[in-house]
Nanobody, 115 residues
């Protein structure tokens, strides 16, 4: 079974940047589209960015122009470059396929945007 491990989160001030990484134990992203999801306290998990096998990306309106998703399939890695961060970006961030694979959710990585 493929495992997904997210890293790179932390505490950052508004306007700052972070780069999240997603390490997959198998070649999941050469089979499925890859997505980054987030879940803020009291809210449902939402898809914020996705990339298909052809490299086409899509973003939620709330992050468009600020976040960039990418993958390195040779290394089974995915990334989310986040800039101009806002307090409302505070959430636990997860990577998974799109649509998400139920048994593959990792622990996520906490991103907190606060001064």
């Amino acid at each position: 079974q493929v495992r997904l491990v997210e890293s790179g989160g932390g505490l950052v001030e508004p306007g700052g940047s972070l780069r999240l990484s997603c390490a997959a134990s198998g070649s999941i992203f050469s089979i499925y589209d890859m997505g980054w999801y987030r879940q803020a306290p009291g809210k449902q998990r939402e898809l914020v960015a996705r990339v298909n096998k052809g490299g086409t990306t899509n973003y939620a309106d709330s992050v468009k122009g600020r976040f960039t998703i990418s993958t390195n399939n040779a290394k089974n890695m995915g990334y989310l470059q986040m800039s101009s961060l806002k307090p409302e970006d505070t959430a636990v961030y997860y990577c998974n396929g799109v649509p998400p694979l139920a048994n593959y959710w990792g622990q996520g990585t906490q991103v907190t945007v606060s001064s």
